[in-house]
């Protein structure tokens, strides 16, 4: 298995730029986050999805911040316009619903840069 | 909502010596809980989990954890530290019926030669 498959693996861009990230989760997993970690917030969810359905987007910070999950293998995280305060890294992990106890199986991240 | 506090952000220790990371978890009901493992510039890795079957958990990498209602804790621990163990380590909880997981503020171990 390839694993939760994230792109870009690092994204720099300009103040008021549009940014998009992606990711692929795990063939089979039908339960997507969303995270973002930075030092000084640590680890938080932004939202996530059950069966391309989003549940929570609590976490997401601003109106700028949008995520969509058009199918079971595909999901983006789009910042417009981009601000310096975004700079972090951003993870997707995957996981199945069924089941019980059922750990996340996170990608390797996207380090982003907005200058 | 769930959550797990950890005790210290970061832990010092020397080759050889035990490690101890602490981890409570906020629940009248006992949840599921987890451990992962971040190296630098990688992602979380699960180093292992409870799930309501032995309270001894063992995982990868010589780290086992123990689950304990009374202290509602989940403590990591490795008999030796490596230098390789030098990492941030994270608690996670998931309540039963769903499948919202939330992490710690993560410790930081490091391996002193």
């Known amino acids: 298995d390839a694993g939760v498959i994230q792109s870009p693996r690092h994204e720099v861009t300009e103040m008021g730029q549009e940014v998009t990230l992606r990711c692929k989760p795990i063939?089979?997993?039908?339960?997507l986050f969303w995270y973002r970690q930075t030092m000084m917030r640590g680890l938080e969810l932004l939202i996530y999805?059950?069966?391309?359905?989003?549940?929570?987007d609590s976490g997401m910070p601003e109106d700028r911040f949008s995520a969509k999950m058009p199918n079971a293998s595909f999901s983006t995280l789009k910042i417009q316009p981009s601000e310096p305060r975004d700079s972090a890294v951003y993870f997707c992990?995957?996981?199945?619903?069924?089941?019980?106890?059922?750990?996340?199986?996170f990608g390797p991240g996207t380090r982003l840069t907005v200058l | 909502a769930q959550s797990v506090t950890q005790l210290g952000s970061h832990v010092s220790v020397s080759e050889g010596a035990l490690v101890l990371l602490r981890c409570n978890y906020s629940s009248s009901v006992p949840p599921y809980l987890f451990w992962y493992v971040q190296y630098p510039n990688q992602g979380l890795q699960l180093l292992l989990k409870?799930?309501?079957?032995?309270?001894l958990v063992k995982g990868i990498n010589g780290f086992e954890a123990e689950f304990k209602k009374s202290e509602t804790s989940f403590h990591l621990t490795k008999p030796s530290a490596h230098m390789s163990d030098a990492a941030e380590y994270f608690c996670a909880v998931i309540s039963r019926g769903n499948n919202d997981m939330r992490f710690g503020a993560g410790t930081r171990l490091t391996v002193k030669p």
């Open positions: 999805f059950n069966n391309n359905v989003p549940i929570d």
């Open positions: 063939s089979g997993h039908n339960s």
């Open positions: 992990a995957s996981t199945r619903l069924a089941g019980v106890g059922n750990e996340q199986f």
């Open positions: 409870y799930t309501s079957a032995a309270t």
